[in-house]
């Protein structure tokens, strides 16, 4: 949306995509750690390995982290659009993964809060100097 304030006129989804980009990278992370601690989008503990996947790896059966080689967690991306962030990952493993976990992507309540945190001042200083370049 652009905003029309007499003479200044700023792309609001703009400032908002610009700010965002610039923490993909934690937004990335916060995910995969969310993950790596068992923990879904919901903040739901995710299911234990079964026993036959624990023998298999040789390791004690734990809560999933879905980080068996990295690939999937290594694949994460963030992008912004308009109204919303996507998160996913470009490994091949993400629909069957999704399918049996859909809330794998996104922020639980404590990094959403963590995110916002992070967020604010660089929102701030991207509509700052949108309008200074009008």
Known sequence: MVEDW???????????????????????????????????AKG?????????????????VQPKTL???????????ALAFDNFIEIGSKDWKEAILESAYPDLHGLTDENIKEFQNLLIPIYRRNLINAILQT
């Open 6 to 40: 007499g003479q200044i006129k700023i792309d609001e989804n703009k400032v908002w995509k610009d700010s965002v980009n610039e923490l993909r990278q934690q937004i990335i992370l916060m995910n995969q750690n969310q993950l790596k601690a068992g923990f879904d």
């Open 67 to 77: 980080y068996d080689t990295g690939a999937f967690h290594k694949g994460f991306y």
């Open 44 to 60: 739901m503990k995710l299911p234990p390995y079964s026993s036959p996947y624990a023998l298999k790896k040789r390791k004690p």
